[in-house]
């Protein structure tokens, strides 16, 4: 095991102050970083912030609660992650695109256990309206320059939006969970994956009339 | 827990006629549909199939070891499935790559415990031969279907048919992980995520040059 027992000060802080809450969260990413998603259970989070069994139950009513809480948050850091990476409104709408598909592999790569909590933990947004908002933050930024891209499109090609940004999602979560992950990645390739990953977009595009440099 | 205790006759047959092996990987894949690929443990397959906590290193040296073997398996039912799926070299190659995409999908829908320990299990193809050459038998059924298109694309568009696979098997899993797995899917979508992969797979080989009906 790799965590120590809180000493007395802190429990009592945990405890008393208020931030039993965080500690929980800290104590599933260590989890997560250990065992991978399913290895964190309400129990073992308790022990790890040194209070009773009983104790999570004020703040995460099971497993998946708590789950849902670290997901918000990887959400939350990767929508801050891919609009940092998108150029600014002024910038060419596909290098817009690539930006954010470079981001999306940065953050399976930097961040394997938040990605692996927001997609794999178990918990869906589907489910949890607050899990929900947070992941639309980030799907919004990618329908933002989908529609941007649409609207350079000719007319006749063209797809929805929505779709635009529903194709390039799953191609991007494709690459990066496949093949962006060290010693997890399905099959050695011959390029980084950020270069399959433009290859791939811009090939899409160019069947929905997409032609670079004009 | 939903086991029940392995009767006498069934723990000595486990035991003494060599079949420990089966009853392990049984174990396994009942662990990772109760509670996900990384709920298994070589202590708790141990427990289920009857015998103590040290018989299972007569089969496998790790946790890791006895998820290759389950994932394994997997690849080869997947292999199974997707070569079913692919249509006789007669027909359309571009038929037959949409026949492995559904396939893909399907797999992903109707045996979760699987998909989650072939790519999710914290096993790698990389490392682990044996393992390897079970889902190198699936990815060359994608990799010659899209030799085949490549083929009759126009030779200034086209693309190497090993770029075309990963960027479809990346397309796939992406659809695949999102959307195709009930409550786990990321989001509601419009149409069915057959429907989605099947017009991503399209626009992407309109990219590389191809044409429909010609």
Same mark, same amino acid.
């Given at each position: 095991?790799?965590?120590?027992?809180?000493?007395?000060?802190?429990?009592?802080?945990?405890?008393?102050?208020?931030?039993? @809450?965080?500690?929980?969260?800290?104590?599933?990413?260590?989890?997560?970083?250990?065992?991978?998603?399913?290895?964190?259970?309400?129990?073992?989070?308790?022990?790890?912030?040194?209070?009773?069994?009983?104790?999570?139950?004020?703040?995460?009513?099971?497993?998946?609660?708590?789950?849902?809480?670290?997901?918000?948050?990887?959400?939350?850091?990767?929508?801050?992650?891919?609009?940092?990476?998108?150029?600014?409104?002024?910038?060419?709408?596909?290098?817009?695109?690539?930006?954010?598909?470079?981001?999306?592999?940065?953050?399976?790569?930097?961040?394997?256990?938040?990605?692996?909590?927001?997609?794999?933990?178990?918990?869906?947004?589907?489910?949890?309206?607050?899990? @929900?908002?947070?992941?639309?933050?980030?799907?919004?930024?990618?329908?933002?320059?989908?529609?941007?891209?649409?609207?350079?499109?000719?007319?006749?090609?063209?797809?929805?939006?929505?779709?635009?940004?529903?194709?390039?999602?799953?191609?991007?979560?494709?690459?990066?969970?496949?093949?962006?992950?060290?010693?997890?990645? @399905?099959?050695?390739?011959?390029?980084?994956?950020?270069?399959?990953?433009?290859?791939?977009?811009?090939?899409?595009? @160019?069947?929905?009339?997409?032609?670079?440099?004009?």
């Amino acid at each position: 095991m790799s965590w120590r027992r809180p000493d007395h000060d802190e429990r009592k802080r945990g405890y008393h102050h208020g931030n039993l @809450r965080e500690a929980l969260v800290d104590a599933a990413m260590a989890l997560i970083g250990e065992r991978g998603p399913e290895g964190v259970t309400l129990a073992e989070a308790a022990r790890m912030a040194g209070v009773s069994t009983a104790a999570p139950y004020r703040h995460f009513k099971d497993r998946d609660a708590l789950m849902a809480e670290v997901a918000k948050r990887g959400f939350s850091r990767f929508a801050d992650r891919i609009r940092a990476a998108r150029h600014p409104d002024g910038a060419d709408a596909v290098e817009s695109l690539m930006g954010i598909g470079r981001a999306y592999i940065g953050f399976a790569r930097s961040e394997p256990a938040l990605y692996s909590a927001m997609f794999e933990g178990g918990v869906s947004p589907a489910t949890d309206g607050e899990l @929900r908002r947070e992941a639309d933050r980030a799907f919004e930024i990618l329908l933002s320059a989908c529609e941007r891209i649409r609207n350079t499109l000719p007319e006749d090609t063209r797809a929805p939006a929505l779709m635009m940004a529903l194709h390039i999602w799953s191609l991007s979560h494709g690459v990066a969970s496949l093949f962006a992950r060290g010693d997890r990645g @399905r099959r050695a390739i011959p390029v980084p994956p950020e270069d399959l990953l433009e290859a791939g977009t811009l090939i899409y595009l @160019r069947g929905l009339g997409y032609e670079p440099g004009k």
